[in-house]
Each structure stands twice: as structure tokens, then as C-alpha cells.
T-cell receptor, first 114, second 112 residues
Framework: DAGVIQSPRHEVTEMGQEVTLRCKPI?????LFWYRQTMMRGLELLIY????????DSGMPEDRFSAKMPNASFSTLKIQPSEPRDSAVYFC????????????FGPGTRLLVL | AQSVTQPDIHITVSEGASLELRCNYS??????LFWYVQSPGQGLQLLLK??????LVQGIKGFEAEFKRSQSSFNLRKPSVHWSDAAEYFC??????????FGPGTRLSVLP
């Protein structure tokens, strides 16, 4: 299995632009998680899906952030408009069923908003 | 609210020395406990997890952790550290019906 795939691996954009991060979970996994990692705040859970349905989005910082999972093999995290404070590494992870099962992390997308 | 603390931000040990990374949690329900490791520039990987049963859990790469309910702790140990163990280590806690929470992480440096 290829593992969790994220794209792009690096993204540099200017403030105000729309940013879309993509994730392909491991085939057969029913849960998908989006995390943000910064030096100041550590690793934060933004949202997680179970069977393509958002279960908990309480970690989404504000309305500028949105996430979708149109099918079991694809998810997006969108930031519109982006701000410099959104600069971070964004990880996608998947598991068989929920956070209590082993989560398999992708390599992350390093986002820099200028 | 549930929380996880890792008191040590950064630890340095010599190769071959023993290692213990501390993790304390505050959780209302029966906790499920995890240790993940993050190598530089990579995502996290599960080292071990505890759900129930024997409180001493064996993981990958020679790591083990002990759950102590009375101390609300789940410390990670390794008897002899290798240079390749240099990484960031995250303790995490979850429970059915509760959010899954990661600790702030402990960065491990290994001296040759």
C-alpha cells in the first residue's frame, strides 16, 4: 500500500489567495483526520471524518477553513482567504475506524503564506 | 476537559544510554493511550498503544511504556538508545465519545 498521500508537499502563496490541500487515505480506511502542526501550538486536530461524514470540526480555526470528503478516497482542506498565520505543516491521517485505531499519517504539506 | 502533558520539551541522551519520556494525562473516562514518533520532515508513526490488560506495553523499535493509573502517567522507555531514535515523540490520549488529544511533544537528541 502506498500509504496516505498528500499533495502538494510544499506550497508558497500570498496572503489572500485560496489554498487547497489534498489527501488520499489508505484504501479501506473509514476515518480521515486533518491536523495542523506549528511550533507555537503543536499538533492540533482540525477535523475528522468517519465514512466521509464530518464528525468533529471543532478544531477548525474559523470560517476561512473548510474541509470536504466527497468520497472514501479523497479529501480536501481549503483555506480562503489565506493569512500568514496559517503557515504551518498540515497532516492528513487515516485509520480503520476512528481515533482509537492506529492513525497512519501522510508526509504533510508545508504551507507558507507570505 | 481532557489534556496531555509532556513535561520535558527537549531531552539529550548518549547513544547506548537508557531513556524515559514522561507523559501525564487528565481524562474523565477510561483512557486509551498512545505514543507516536515523528522523524524530521515526516509524519507521525505509532510506536505503541494501551487499551486494557497488562499495563506494560511493548512497541516497535524496542520501545515500551507503562500505564500507571494512580499517577495518571504513561511513560515511554527504551533500555538502550540508538542514534536513529533522535526524533520528536508525542503522547496521545483518547476515549470513546471524547476528542483525541496529542501532547506537546518531547524532542529527543542522541549524542554519539
Amino acid at each position: 500500500d502506498a500509504g496516505v498521500i498528500q499533495s502538494p508537499r510544499h506550497e508558497v502563496t500570498e496572503m489572500g489567495q485560496e489554498v487547497t490541500l489534498r489527501c488520499k487515505p489508505i484504501s479501506g480506511h473509514n476515518s480521515l483526520f486533518w491536523y495542523r502542526q506549528t511550533m507555537m501550538r503543536g499538533l492540533e486536530l482540525l477535523i475528522y471524518f468517519n465514512n466521509n461524514v464530518p464528525i468533529d470540526d471543532s478544531g477548525m480555526p474559523e470560517d476561512r477553513f473548510s474541509a470536504k470528503m466527497p468520497n472514501a478516497s479523497f479529501s480536501t482542506l481549503k483555506i480562503q482567504p489565506s493569512e500568514p498565520r496559517d503557515s504551518a505543516v498540515y497532516f492528513c491521517a487515516s485509520s480503520l475506524a476512528g481515533g482509537l485505531e492506529t492513525q497512519y499519517f501522510g508526509p504533510g504539506t508545508r504551507l507558507l503564506v507570505l | 476537559a481532557q489534556s496531555v502533558t509532556q513535561p520535558d520539551i527537549h531531552i539529550t541522551v548518549s547513544e547506548g544510554a537508557s531513556l524515559e519520556l514522561r507523559c501525564n494525562y487528565s481524562y474523565g473516562a477510561t483512557p486509551y493511550l498512545f505514543w507516536y514518533v515523528q522523524s524530521p520532515g515526516q509524519g507521525l508513526q505509532l510506536l505503541l498503544k494501551y487499551f486494557s490488560g497488562d499495563t506494560l506495553v511493548q512497541g516497535i523499535k524496542g520501545f515500551e511504556a507503562e500505564f500507571k493509573r494512580s499517577q495518571s502517567s504513561f511513560n515511554l522507555r527504551k533500555p538502550s538508545v540508538h542514534w536513529s531514535d533522535a526524533a520528536e515523540y508525542f503522547c496521545a490520549v483518547g476515549s470513546y465519545g471524547q476528542n483525541f488529544v496529542f501532547g506537546p511533544g518531547t524532542r529527543l537528541s542522541v549524542l554519539p
